[in-house]
């Protein structure tokens, strides 16, 4: 029999594989589907301090093997999650992540307090791609200081493990990955999704209401994969790997280059069963290979000495 | 929310047809055994070929019949992901989704019941034709295609109790003009208390029914919508479904339903139908 746990910010995993926020809602939703308790974690909707209703629509549009989604953080808040959600998820056995946003650091702070006091939290994930509204709208974790300045305060806040959500749309997220490290993260998940556009020729409109949306699916697969193999080299906190993962190989390529679980996001629209599958696959690899552990995995990749330009802009 | 979900399976199923039954329209048929007894009329279905990466995404279809041994699907070929379901031929695989959603609620007692149908919003509506003809009920079916090779041959599907009333844009059968104006032609815009009180269940592309909106509240006829939208999971956890919810008068924004879990079939007065795209 393989060993498919890890652990990671304190918590142990049954396995390796999570869900992404945003892909199964407050988790229950994917329970008529599988057993929630079979997940290494569940990563709920982002939830913030008061309920948001989202973007007008439309909000999703299917592109080359992703799609781009401008749902707008639509969720119920965290009194009606708590309220409602929690204390039936407190009766799943796995991790539960719930991940936070907000549009101030108090927010974020008012959320840790909150959510990180409820027994039956295990993590929080603070999503930092959201518009800090008093810096006209720049998202967190796209500066450097701001991004330091929200993690220690969400830090002192809670003694929950605290995950960050990286978001891609950076010019180092290394760099980012480390600021967050030295900040107090007890680990890293990314990537989030990459902004994109579609466009209606016939129309002369944009697709999405917003004009601009996330990106994600296989077609963001090596940008994450890239990401996650930098990020994995430069911090020491474990590394949570997202994007594209559809198969059980997707996950194995993300474990190889250094991260400690995945999550399986946009790929469970498809199929609900998604994680399970992926999780049965990264078994039968583990028995063929005749590998007793998963985290013998991580962070194994052998790359031969390519030269100085190894890992550079091509 | 989660009650509508505890009937939907995941499952991968086999081809048995897939027949061009009409212009670009398509009726596939599925091997299965559990939805004949358990769906509802207006329920759908979320098909993908298994492997697809590109598109990757299902796409919903409304359950246009489900029998002992197999469940029919009846769609039209539009864009990427149906012309990739055109392709397929008996034996091929795939994955099915539902059913999901809720269906069509029961007419008003001792009203005499009337059916839209605009284009592919035909599908919708077939099981339920099927299951208030069973049910003893009379009705009358008003469908409207752009021209006579789009329609659904009905012949397949005579039935007493059902009284047809075809539309086409260009005239080639039927009425000419559109399912809209065919029923302001045989209805009428005014509420006449000598008539039969009439329900209505309508299902056709956005400005239909942004029109049949407005002439079913003119003449007093209570109905059920089923809506359409670009959906991602079906199942209600991409949130990407959403169509504008009316609030009172004096009310802000009332937010967004779910046309995957809080539909597709609605009341139209429950949501904003002139914000439908």
């Known amino acids: ?314 | 929310m989660a009650a509508k979900q505890t009937g939907a399976l995941n499952r991968i199923l086999s081809v048995l047809e897939n027949q061009e039954v009409a212009r670009e329209t398509f009726l596939l048929s599925l091997s299965d055994r559990l939805l004949g007894a358990a769906v509802q009329p207006g329920q759908f279905l979320m098909l993908s070929p298994p492997a697809a990466l590109d598109p990757f995404l299902p796409r919903p279809f409304a359950v246009f019949d489900a029998a002992a041994e197999s469940v029919k699907v009846l769609y039209r070929r539009v864009g990427k992901g149906t012309r990739l379901l055109a392709e397929l031929g008996r034996g091929d695989a795939v994955r099915v989704l539902g059913p999901l959603g809720n269906g069509y609620a029961a007419p008003d007692e001792g009203t005499a019941v009337l059916v839209l149908a605009g284009g592919i919003g035909f599908a919708s509506v077939h099981l339920l034709l099927k299951q208030l003809l069973r049910n003893g009920r009379a009705v009358e079916l008003l469908y409207g295609v752009r021209s006579g090779s789009d329609l659904y041959p009905l012949d397949r599907f005579a039935a007493p109790g059902l009284s047809v009333h075809l539309a086409t844009e260009d005239g080639s059968a039927g009425f000419r003009g559109n399912v809209c104006e065919l029923f302001q032609t045989r209805c009428g815009g005014n509420r006449n208390n000598s008539s039969p009180r009439r329900f209505a269940y309508v299902c056709g592309p956005p400005a239909m029914l942004r029109r049949a909106a407005v002439l079913l509240r003119e003449s007093g006829i209570r109905s059920q919508f089923s809506l359409e939208s670009r959906m991602a999971c079906g199942y209600g956890v991409c949130q990407g479904c959403v169509v504008r919810a009316r609030g009172p008068e004096d009310a802000g924004q009332a937010g967004y339903r779910k046309v995957c879990a809080d539909g597709p079939v609605f009341d139209p007065e429950a949501l904003v139908v002139e914000s439908l795209e």
């Open chain 1, 1 to 314: 029999m393989t060993d498919t746990s890890v652990s990671l910010a304190g918590l142990s995993l049954k396995n390796p594989v999570m869900t992404a926020s945003g892909t199964c809602g407050y988790g229950l939703e994917l329970s008529p589907f599988l057993d929630l308790s079979r997940l290494g974690a569940l990563v709920v909707k982002g939830l913030s301090v008061r309920p948001r209703q989202g973007n007008p629509p439309p909000r999703i549009v299917e592109t080359c093997g992703g799609m781009l989604n401008a749902i707008g953080l639509e969720n119920i808040g965290m009194e009606a999650f708590i309220e409602e959600c929690l204390p039936r998820l407190r009766a799943v056995e796995t991790n539960l992540v719930v991940n936070i946003l907000g549009e101030s650091e108090a927010e974020y702070g008012m959320l840790a307090e909150r959510l990180g006091e409820q027994p039956g939290v295990h993590a929080l994930e603070l999503n930092v791609s959201c518009p800090n509204v008093k810096r006209g709208g720049i998202a967190f974790g796209s500066d450097a200081a701001m991004l330091e300045g929200l993690i220690r305060f969400v830090r002192a806040r809670t003694r929950k493990p605290v995950v960050v959500k990286l978001s891609p749309n950076v010019t180092d997220v290394s760099e980012m990955a480390a600021r967050a490290e030295g900040a107090g993260a007890d680990a890293v998940s990314l990537i989030n999704t990459l902004r994109g556009m579609s466009v209606d020729c016939e129309t002369r409109r944009p697709r999405l209401a917003t004009v601009t949306g996330g990106l994600s699916g296989p077609a963001i697969k090596p940008i994450a994969l890239r990401m996650v193999w930098e990020v994995a080299r430069r911090v020491r906190i474990p590394v949570i790997g997202i994007g594209g993962i559809v198969t059980a190989q997707d996950a194995l390529e993300f474990l190889i280059c250094g991260a400690t679980a995945v999550q399986v996001g946009t790929a469970q629209f498809r199929n609900p069963n998604a994680c399970l599958e992926i999780l049965a696959g990264i078994e039968e690899y583990l028995e063929r290979r005749g590998i007793a552990r998963v985290s013998d995995l991580i962070g194994s990749l052998e790359v031969a000495d390519a030269g100085p330009g190894a890992g550079s802009e091509p």
